[in-house]
């Protein structure tokens, strides 16, 4: 894995656009129109405010808006949601030209639709055009960007598969109304930070050394409201800042879910080998010459969302690798679960990057997208160092030279090369020390947790006999959750067996430093035991924030009981077993 890693460091590129320059390429009446796509599924889980939110922010771009659409789609069906969007499309009039004339960048509407809210529990419409752009006007006089609900009809018989499911609707519905050759893709608990955005992706669409060779530019996940020192380790550096340019100079970046502009001919296959559509109306070329809300357009809308269009047609599932901010870690765990199952999805199928990949993209590429395909098995090497030389440790067996061996060297060399490194890449982007130790300790609890009951499922799944589920991340905030993520304080609270290896490796390390500490007091062998020692008392630092959780805490976020008596039995078993192994 750390060798497939290494080739993110040979062309590394940054990029920065000039918008300003823009002009001298292209007028703003030749400007491309854009589709924006953002998904829902659950009203709440995800509060339909910030979904509309999402909407608001994209919707006032400073672009043309008759070149604009922004398109939504409700996995959850809900009436909810619909009607935040009714209102939201109402609101818009009177919010696009204050953001103009006021250049405002973001601004939250909540307390407007607190004034409006009514639930309802009519049936929600499948195709909805809230505003059209050849028609509403905002409070200026200026038409709106065009604003579409879309709720896709679900079925018993065939698999809906999630966002991937969503998207494709998405794409297909929007080829018939707009057909714009620019798609933004969102998750709903994204915003647009910088009203300028689309005129940066043009700089990348207007330059023709890029505009022929890239089928998408994706712009990184930012997120707000991490706490101070990032205990979660959110910010995915690595993924979203330090990979991404490695990638960019191999031939472009990976796919991290959201924030992707794409071309939509790039959906059609590569530029010399045209995919034809199985109806012309889904064509990148084909020209919507009719207005959104004419009866012909929605009749083939309503024809290409519906749950059968994808039968005998090659509409798949596309998986995809990337990150969001979660604020307790059975959250963060929980998605980094969903990752590790989309990872071996991708690891293990017919395009898999060893068996796909490397015929199409080289060998660099190739290693690039393996590490991240076979993230999961990054859970092997970290269990064994949790538990192996410490097991070992206890039973006073040696595992590793001793100092004055001369293969000794090795190890403090491995262990600071490889430490110093990533704190110096980590820091390279923007990091603080303590960012960074919190982001190597997630990746330790990562490779004991996520990574294993992620495998376990992915396993379960491949044999039949579990079914695929997509567990949604937490957009709500509890206050005293928030709270306590503020002060950098562990969220621990729900009895998830996912703590239980984790707590076990945090007793096992402790209970192992102790005994080898005890025998080195008494008989000064420290000599052929340091190294053990070392990783034991590294454990030990690294999961202070457990014993905290399990020992001195009384509020919601402790550990909760059950698993630390669950934890305390395994350990003590699986040190009997030791014993036997190691006698
Ligand atoms: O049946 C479903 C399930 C999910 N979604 C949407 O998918 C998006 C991502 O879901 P979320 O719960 O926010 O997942 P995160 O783990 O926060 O998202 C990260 O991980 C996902 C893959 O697991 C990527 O798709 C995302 O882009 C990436 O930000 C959201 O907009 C959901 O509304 C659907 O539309 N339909
Ligand atoms: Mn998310």
């Not at 939509?264 to 010399?272: D, K, T, V």
């Not at 995919?275 to 009719?290: A, C, Q, T």
């Not at 379960?460 to 509890?478: P, Q, R």
């Not at 630092?541 to 305390?568: H, Q, S």
Request: aromatic letters at 14%; glycine letters at 4%; a neutral charge.
């Amino acid at each position: 894995m750390w060798c497939a890693a290494q080739a993110s460091r040979l062309y590394p590129i940054q990029r920065k656009e000039f918008p300003e320059n823009l002009d001298k390429v292209v007028k703003r009446s030749d400007y491309p129109a854009v589709d924006v796509i953002i998904c829902t599924a659950d009203p709440t889980r995800e509060p339909p405010m910030s979904v509309v939110n999402t909407a608001l922010s994209v919707m006032a771009y400073d672009y043309p808006t008759e070149k604009l659409s922004v398109y939504v789609s409700d996995d959850g069906g809900s009436a909810l949601t619909l009607f935040a969007f009714m209102e939201a499309a109402k609101f818009a009039a009177h919010w696009l030209p204050f953001c103009r004339e006021n250049n405002i960048v973001q601004r939250n509407p909540e307390s407007y639709f607190e004034s409006n809210y009514s639930s309802s529990s009519e049936a929600v419409e499948i195709i909805k055009v809230l505003l059209a752009n050849n028609r509403s006007k905002d409070v200026t006089g200026n038409f709106m960007p065009n604003l579409i609900y879309v709720s896709r009809e679900k079925s018993s018989t065939s698999h809906h598969h999630f966002k991937a499911g969503a998207l494709n609707v998405l794409l297909r519905v929007s080829a018939v109304m707009t057909n714009a050759p620019i798609i933004l893709t969102l998750d709903c608990d994204m915003y647009s930070n910088d009203p300028q955005t689309l005129l940066r992706v043009l700089c990348y669409y207007s330059d023709p050394e890029i505009r022929s060779k890239y089928s998408y530019v994706q712009f990184p996940q930012h997120f707000h409201g991490i706490n101070k020192n990032d205990i979660y380790a959110c910010q995915f550096k690595r993924l979203f800042v330090i990979q991404p340019m490695g990638f960019d100079g191999l031939g472009g970046s990976n796919n991290v879910g959201t924030n992707l502009f794409f071309s939509r001919r790039a959906f059609f296959g590569s530029p010399s080998n045209f995919i034809s559509p199985e109806i012309p109306e889904l064509s990148p070329d084909h020209l919507v010459d009719k207005p959104i809300q004419s009866p012909e357009v929605l009749a083939l809308a309503y024809h290409v969302a519906g749950c059968n269009y994808e039968n005998q047609t090659p509409w798949g599932y596309r998986a995809s690798v990337s990150g969001e901010c979660p604020i307790s870690l059975v959250d963060l765990l929980t998605q980094q679960k969903r990752w590790a199952v989309g990872d071996f999805d991708v690891a293990f199928s017919k395009y898999s990057p060893m068996i796909y990949g490397i015929r199409r993209l080289g060998l660099l590429m190739t290693l690039l997208y393996s590490q991240y395909a076979f993230w999961p098995i990054w859970s092997i090497p970290i269990t064994t160092y949790a538990f192996l030389p410490q097991l070992a440790l206890i039973n006073q067996v040696r595992v590793f030279p001793k100092v004055s061996e001369p293969w000794f060297l090795l190890y403090p060399f491995l262990f600071l090369g490889a430490y110093w490194q990533d704190y110096f890449d980590f820091v390279s982007a923007n990091g603080t020390f303590q960012m960074w130790w919190n982001d190597q300790r997630i990746w330790t609890i990562r490779g004991l947790t996520s990574l294993w009951f992620g495998s376990l499922e992915f396993l379960l799944k491949s044999l039949g006999i579990l079914t695929h589920d997509f567990s949604l991340t937490s957009k709500v905030v509890d206050d005293e959750q928030s709270k306590r993520y503020d002060q950098g304080i562990f969220d621990f609270g729900v009895p998830s067996p996912m703590f239980v290896p984790l707590t076990m490796a945090a007793l096992i390390n402790l209970v192992s430093f102790i005994m080898g500490l005890a025998e080195v007091v008494k008989s000064s062998n420290l000599e052929g035991l340091l190294i053990q020692m070392f990783i034991a008392g590294f454990g030990v630092v690294n999961c202070w924030p457990i014993y905290e959780a399990m020992v001195f805490r009384k509020d919601k976020g402790k550990l909760p009981t059950k698993i630390t008596l669950t934890a305390a039995f395994l350990t003590w078993a699986l040190y009997i077993a030791a014993s036997f192994i190691f006698k």
